[in-house]
């Protein structure tokens, strides 16, 4: 079975900043790996997603990520934080022919000014 | 700006009341979802429409009744609905429907509270 682990519940950095939020999943097929964010009181925004070639992917809002297949990881980064990127965010796994898109736990980010 | 409506944004009702939740997509996708959303925690799937078709339905109490009455719209019958069933519910779209392989267009949700 598909599952997505999130390790960091909370995380909090300085604006400015570099980021970095671990996702780690276990799928034995080629994964379809996206990542969401979700600002209070709102739905989820797809920030990137990796289907197949180049690694590196990048995003909105200045977000990229990296599939490592050796480690099952797809970390999300972004070199440099702004106060308006504090909100949750939702790593996510999916299959081609599944039935379920399997979030991870989620990871609440704040920035500190 | 999200391209997934939903309305309404808040409701609030007791639990002997009938409403329904309403979503619109206008992007052409063939598939739409029903989630729910309990605070600090990820979605949890609900029901996926396919085709205007009835495709999962993920052992959801028949107090939630979907509906999809054309390709753009979504809606969700609510019923005799209980406290526990206080939530976010979100509507998504995608373009695929063999499987979950696309990205999920989602709305900002109704905020459903049960008295």
């Known amino acids: 079975a598909q599952s997505v682990t999130q390790p960091d519940i909370h995380i909090t950095v300085s604006e400015g900043a570099s980021l970095e939020l671990r996702c780690n999943y276990s799928y034995g097929a080629t994964p379809y790996l996206f990542w969401y964010v979700q600002s209070p009181g709102q739905g989820l925004q797809l920030l990137l997603k990796y289907f197949s070639g180049d690694t590196l992917v990048q995003g909105i809002k200045g977000f990229e990520a990296e599939f490592k297949r050796s480690q099952s990881s797809f970390n999300l980064r972004k070199p440099s934080v702004h106060w308006s990127d504090a909100a949750e965010y939702f790593c996510a796994v999916g299959q081609r022919y599944g039935n379920k898109l399997v979030f991870g736990a989620g990871t609440i980010l704040r920035v500190k000014s | 700006d999200t391209e997934v409506t939903q309305t309404p944004k808040h409701l609030v009702m007791g639990m002997t009341n009938k409403k329904s939740l309403k979503c619109e997509q206008h992007?052409?996708?063939?598939?739409m979802y029903w989630y729910k959303q309990k605070a600090k925690k990820p979605p949890e799937l609900m029901f996926v429409y396919s085709y205007e078709k009835l495709s999962i339905n993920e052992s959801v109490p028949s107090r939630f009744s979907p509906e999809c009455p054309n390709s753009s719209l979504l809606n969700l019958h609510l019923h005799a609905l209980q406290p526990e069933d206080s939530a976010l519910y979100l509507c998504?779209?995608?373009?695929?429907?063999?499987?979950?392989?696309?990205?999920?267009?989602f709305g900002d949700g109704t905020r459903l509270s049960i008295l």
């Open positions: 998504a779209s995608s373009h695929s429907i063999t499987g979950f392989s696309e990205p999920q267009h």
């Open positions: 992007m052409g996708h063939r598939a």
